[in-house]
Protein backbone atom coordinates (compact mmCIF):
# COMPACT_ATOMS: atom_id res chain seq x y z
CA UNK A 1 0.00 0.00 0.00
CA UNK A 2 1.09 3.57 -0.39
CA UNK A 3 2.70 4.62 2.71
CA UNK A 4 5.46 7.35 4.38
CA UNK A 5 7.59 6.22 7.28
CA UNK A 6 9.57 8.67 8.89
CA UNK A 7 12.54 7.71 10.85
CA UNK A 8 12.38 7.63 14.56
CA UNK A 9 12.46 10.55 17.65
CA UNK A 10 15.45 12.51 17.58
CA UNK A 11 16.85 15.44 20.64
CA UNK A 12 19.60 17.80 20.11
CA UNK A 13 20.94 20.79 21.72
CA UNK A 14 20.65 24.25 21.03
CA UNK A 15 22.48 24.87 18.13
CA UNK A 16 22.65 21.90 15.91
CA UNK A 17 21.12 19.93 13.24
CA UNK A 18 18.61 17.65 12.75
CA UNK A 19 18.13 15.64 9.57
CA UNK A 20 14.80 13.28 9.25
CA UNK A 21 13.93 11.12 6.72
CA UNK A 22 10.79 9.84 4.90
CA UNK A 23 10.95 6.60 2.98
CA UNK A 24 7.99 5.93 0.25
CA UNK A 25 7.15 2.96 -0.64
CA UNK A 26 3.89 1.54 -2.64
CA UNK A 27 4.17 4.73 -5.70
CA UNK A 28 6.20 6.05 -8.15
CA UNK A 29 8.26 8.27 -5.91
CA UNK A 30 9.27 11.12 -8.34
CA UNK A 31 6.25 11.44 -9.86
CA UNK A 32 4.76 13.63 -6.75
CA UNK A 33 6.18 15.91 -4.51
CA UNK A 34 6.79 15.83 -0.72
CA UNK A 35 6.21 18.71 1.81
CA UNK A 36 7.36 18.81 5.25
CA UNK A 37 4.68 20.41 7.97
CA UNK A 38 5.35 20.63 11.46
CA UNK A 39 3.43 20.65 14.67
CA UNK A 40 4.58 22.16 18.04
CA UNK A 41 3.20 20.51 21.29
CA UNK A 42 -0.12 21.99 21.63
CA UNK A 43 0.06 23.85 18.35
CA UNK A 44 -1.68 23.67 14.81
CA UNK A 45 0.43 22.68 11.34
CA UNK A 46 2.77 24.71 9.55
CA UNK A 47 4.12 24.18 6.21
CA UNK A 48 7.82 24.30 5.92
CA UNK A 49 8.19 23.82 2.45
CA UNK A 50 8.25 21.12 -0.21
CA UNK A 51 10.76 19.33 -2.46
CA UNK A 52 10.26 17.35 -6.40
CA UNK A 53 11.83 14.44 -5.96
CA UNK A 54 11.69 14.63 -10.12
CA UNK A 55 13.70 17.79 -10.77
CA UNK A 56 14.69 18.40 -7.07
CA UNK A 57 13.57 21.76 -7.39
CA UNK A 58 12.66 23.21 -3.66
CA UNK A 59 10.22 25.75 -1.95
CA UNK A 60 10.78 26.89 1.68
CA UNK A 61 8.74 28.54 3.68
CA UNK A 62 10.18 32.25 4.06
CA UNK A 63 10.71 31.48 8.06
CA UNK A 64 13.09 28.99 7.27
CA UNK A 65 14.77 30.04 4.80
CA UNK A 66 18.78 29.67 5.59
CA UNK A 67 18.14 27.16 7.87
CA UNK A 68 16.51 24.61 6.30
CA UNK A 69 17.73 21.69 3.43
CA UNK A 70 15.11 19.51 1.58
CA UNK A 71 16.88 16.35 -0.36
CA UNK A 72 15.48 13.76 -1.66
CA UNK A 73 17.48 9.79 -3.03
CA UNK A 74 15.22 9.10 -5.86
CA UNK A 75 17.31 5.44 -5.83
CA UNK A 76 15.75 4.92 -2.32
CA UNK A 77 12.58 6.55 -2.54
CA UNK A 78 13.91 8.86 0.86
CA UNK A 79 13.04 12.20 1.13
CA UNK A 80 15.15 14.15 4.10
CA UNK A 81 14.25 16.98 5.70
CA UNK A 82 17.72 19.13 7.63
CA UNK A 83 16.86 21.92 10.08
CA UNK A 84 19.57 23.52 11.42
CA UNK A 85 20.61 26.25 14.41
CA UNK A 86 17.82 24.47 16.49
CA UNK A 87 16.54 26.37 18.90
CA UNK A 88 13.84 25.25 21.71
CA UNK A 89 10.81 26.62 20.03
CA UNK A 90 11.83 23.97 17.11
CA UNK A 91 10.51 21.24 19.13
CA UNK A 92 7.33 19.49 16.97
CA UNK A 93 6.61 16.30 15.20
CA UNK A 94 7.83 16.73 11.73
CA UNK A 95 5.96 15.32 9.30
CA UNK A 96 6.09 14.45 5.60
CA UNK A 97 3.03 14.01 3.36
CA UNK A 98 2.78 13.81 -0.30
CA UNK A 99 1.90 16.93 -1.87
CA UNK A 100 -0.43 16.61 -5.13
CA UNK A 101 -1.77 19.74 -6.59
CA UNK A 102 -0.71 21.19 -3.01
CA UNK A 103 -3.04 19.17 -0.63
CA UNK A 104 -1.72 15.98 1.29
CA UNK A 105 -3.46 12.77 0.77
CA UNK A 106 -0.50 10.98 2.69
CA UNK A 107 1.07 11.36 5.54
CA UNK A 108 4.27 10.24 7.35
CA UNK A 109 3.44 8.58 11.13
CA UNK A 110 5.56 11.84 12.36
CA UNK A 111 8.67 12.68 13.68
CA UNK A 112 8.98 13.97 17.26
CA UNK A 113 12.46 16.54 17.66
CA UNK A 114 13.27 17.39 20.86
CA UNK A 115 15.52 20.38 21.31
CA UNK A 116 16.67 20.50 24.76
CA UNK A 117 20.07 21.84 26.48
CA UNK B 1 2.10 34.84 4.87
CA UNK B 2 -0.24 34.65 7.70
CA UNK B 3 -2.12 31.70 8.96
CA UNK B 4 -5.43 31.45 7.73
CA UNK B 5 -8.15 32.48 10.43
CA UNK B 6 -10.16 29.62 11.84
CA UNK B 7 -12.31 29.74 14.70
CA UNK B 8 -10.70 28.14 17.62
CA UNK B 9 -13.44 25.81 18.95
CA UNK B 10 -16.99 24.56 17.82
CA UNK B 11 -19.36 21.99 18.60
CA UNK B 12 -22.47 20.15 17.62
CA UNK B 13 -24.74 17.22 18.71
CA UNK B 14 -25.21 14.19 16.64
CA UNK B 15 -27.25 14.12 13.92
CA UNK B 16 -26.35 18.00 13.37
CA UNK B 17 -24.65 19.95 10.94
CA UNK B 18 -21.80 22.58 11.57
CA UNK B 19 -19.81 24.89 9.09
CA UNK B 20 -16.31 25.56 9.97
CA UNK B 21 -15.26 28.97 8.74
CA UNK B 22 -11.61 30.12 7.12
CA UNK B 23 -10.77 33.35 6.20
CA UNK B 24 -7.66 34.49 4.44
CA UNK B 25 -7.17 36.98 1.83
CA UNK B 26 -7.31 37.67 -2.04
CA UNK B 27 -3.70 36.50 -2.13
CA UNK B 28 -4.58 32.80 -1.38
CA UNK B 29 -8.23 31.75 -0.42
CA UNK B 30 -9.87 34.22 -2.67
CA UNK B 31 -7.19 33.85 -5.53
CA UNK B 32 -6.78 30.36 -5.90
CA UNK B 33 -9.17 27.12 -5.67
CA UNK B 34 -6.64 25.00 -3.82
CA UNK B 35 -7.98 25.07 -0.62
CA UNK B 36 -8.06 21.55 2.02
CA UNK B 37 -8.95 20.82 4.98
CA UNK B 38 -7.46 18.03 6.91
CA UNK B 39 -9.01 16.12 10.15
CA UNK B 40 -6.78 15.15 13.01
CA UNK B 41 -7.68 13.01 16.00
CA UNK B 42 -4.93 13.38 18.98
CA UNK B 43 -1.79 11.54 18.50
CA UNK B 44 -2.41 10.86 15.17
CA UNK B 45 -1.08 11.92 11.77
CA UNK B 46 -3.77 14.67 9.69
CA UNK B 47 -6.49 13.06 7.28
CA UNK B 48 -7.20 14.89 3.80
CA UNK B 49 -11.23 14.98 3.36
CA UNK B 50 -11.57 18.28 1.38
CA UNK B 51 -9.68 19.22 -1.52
CA UNK B 52 -9.47 21.74 -4.12
CA UNK B 53 -12.21 23.67 -2.57
CA UNK B 54 -15.12 21.14 -2.27
CA UNK B 55 -13.93 17.89 -3.67
CA UNK B 56 -13.90 14.65 -1.50
CA UNK B 57 -10.87 11.79 -1.40
CA UNK B 58 -12.17 8.64 -2.07
CA UNK B 59 -12.79 6.80 1.42
CA UNK B 60 -14.29 9.84 2.97
CA UNK B 61 -18.10 10.48 4.09
CA UNK B 62 -20.40 12.01 2.07
CA UNK B 63 -21.13 14.19 4.95
CA UNK B 64 -18.21 15.93 4.51
CA UNK B 65 -18.20 18.98 2.50
CA UNK B 66 -16.33 22.07 1.34
CA UNK B 67 -17.50 25.33 -0.37
CA UNK B 68 -15.82 28.91 -0.89
CA UNK B 69 -17.32 32.44 -1.20
CA UNK B 70 -14.51 35.24 -1.83
CA UNK B 71 -11.86 35.16 0.81
CA UNK B 72 -13.24 32.58 3.11
CA UNK B 73 -13.81 28.67 2.75
CA UNK B 74 -16.12 26.52 4.52
CA UNK B 75 -16.38 22.80 5.33
CA UNK B 76 -19.58 21.71 6.37
CA UNK B 77 -20.27 18.21 7.89
CA UNK B 78 -23.51 16.72 8.02
CA UNK B 79 -25.18 14.18 10.35
CA UNK B 80 -22.42 15.02 13.36
CA UNK B 81 -21.24 11.43 14.63
CA UNK B 82 -19.07 10.65 17.69
CA UNK B 83 -16.14 10.19 16.04
CA UNK B 84 -15.96 13.31 14.01
CA UNK B 85 -14.93 15.25 17.15
CA UNK B 86 -11.04 16.28 16.45
CA UNK B 87 -9.39 19.15 14.92
CA UNK B 88 -9.83 20.48 11.74
CA UNK B 89 -7.25 22.32 8.95
CA UNK B 90 -7.96 24.40 6.52
CA UNK B 91 -5.00 25.02 4.03
CA UNK B 92 -4.84 27.12 0.86
CA UNK B 93 -2.18 27.27 -1.77
CA UNK B 94 -0.85 31.41 -1.72
CA UNK B 95 1.05 31.58 -4.97
CA UNK B 96 4.65 30.94 -5.75
CA UNK B 97 4.61 27.49 -4.73
CA UNK B 98 3.40 28.20 -1.14
CA UNK B 99 1.10 26.75 1.56
CA UNK B 100 -0.37 28.30 4.38
CA UNK B 101 -2.62 26.27 6.90
CA UNK B 102 -5.38 28.33 9.47
CA UNK B 103 -4.65 27.92 12.91
CA UNK B 104 -6.87 24.87 13.68
CA UNK B 105 -10.73 24.18 15.08
CA UNK B 106 -11.62 21.75 17.60
CA UNK B 107 -14.52 20.03 17.43
CA UNK B 108 -16.43 19.32 20.01
CA UNK B 109 -19.76 16.31 19.73
CA UNK B 110 -21.66 17.16 22.40
Known sequence: QVQLVQSGAE?????ASV?????ASGYTFSSYDVSWVRQAPGQGLEWMGRISPYKGNTKYAQKFQ????????TSTSTAYLELGSLRSDDTAVYYCARDYGY?????????LVTVSS | QSALTQPASMSGSPGQSISISCTGTSSDV???NLVSWYQQHPGEAPKLVIYEVSQRPSGVSSRFSGSKSGTTASLTISGLQAEDEAYYYCCS????GTLVFGGGTKLTVL
Open chain 1, 11 to 15: VEKPG
Open chain 1, 103 to 111: SFGIWGQGT
Open chain 2, 93 to 96: YAGS
Open chain 2, 30 to 32: GHY
Open chain 1, 19 to 23: KVSCK
Open chain 1, 66 to 73: GRVSMTTD
